[in-house]
């Protein structure tokens, strides 16, 4: 059984365009991320929702909006894609967000043209 | 804001021989203290992890030190081996917010 599931893998689309990225996990945890990893691997947190409530924004820009229908879904859409948007988009989840493991999905690497 | 530390940021070490990797972090709020391992092409992993109550933990050829005191944390491999390679993170947390390092990238040689 996957834990943390992402998808699509990869994305490829171009500039201006509107995609989303769909995350689920079946662990039971009541916390959910979303990380960025870009070409150095820096891996930079996003946000963070504990029982579909927002926790943490990173000044991440509102063309990211994270969305969270359950405790086990997390979704991210992205308006008006760039180019440096394009990175590796990991999602994970914890049990409680308070100094527990952490469980990444696969990613999902978006390409912006 | 809070600020982590790795380093060094790049390790080769001989097949056998024993890896270091330093984390230094800011927030004194942090109480949690994880490693994770990332293959190439696949997803961030925990290796090993420590607590604020505890100094030091071992897990067959891998170890985590701590030094609250000083802000740092440390992750030991010895003997290392070739599937060893990979980029460590180290992530320290307190509440909902995981701020990772920036990366080491460990390569075995054969």
């Known amino acids: 059984d996957t834990a943390v599931s992402q998808t699509p893998k990869y994305l490829v689309t171009q500039m201006g365009n509107d995609k989303s990225i769909k995350c689920e996990q079946n662990?039971?945890?009541?916390?959910m991320y979303w990380y960025k990893q870009d070409s150095k691997k820096f891996l930079k947190i996003m946000f963070s929702?504990?029982?579909?409530?927002?926790?943490i924004n990173e000044t991440v820009p509102n063309r990211f909006s994270p969305k969270s229908p359950d405790k086990a879904h997390l979704n991210l859409h992205i308006n008006s894609l760039e180019l440096g948007d394009s990175a590796v988009y990991f999602c994970?989840?914890?049990?409680?967000?308070?100094?527990?493991?952490?469980?990444f999905g696969p990613g999902t690497r978006l390409t912006v043209t | 804001g809070e600020n982590v530390e790795q380093h060094p940021s790049t390790l080769s070490v001989q097949e056998g021989d024993s890896a270091v990797i330093k984390c230094t972090y800011s927030?004194?709020?942090?109480?949690?203290f994880p490693w994770y391992k990332q293959e190439l092409g696949k997803r961030p992993q925990l290796i090993i992890d420590?607590?604020?109550?505890?100094g030091e933990k071992k897990d067959q050829r891998i170890a985590v030190t701590l030094n609250k005191t000083a802000k740092h944390f440390s992750l030991h491999i010895t003997e290392t081996q070739p599937e060893d390679s990979a980029v460590y993170f180290c992530?320290?947390?307190?509440?909902?917010?995981?701020?990772f390092g920036t990366g080491t990238r460990l390569k075995v040689l054969a």
């Open positions: 929702y504990n029982n579909k409530e927002l926790i």
């Open positions: 992530g320290p947390s307190g509440t909902y917010k995981y701020i």
């Open positions: 420590i607590r604020s109550n505890v």
């Open positions: 927030d004194s709020a942090s109480n949690y």
């Open positions: 662990l039971g945890h009541d916390t």
């Open positions: 994970a989840s914890s049990r409680t967000g308070t100094g527990d493991e952490q469980y």
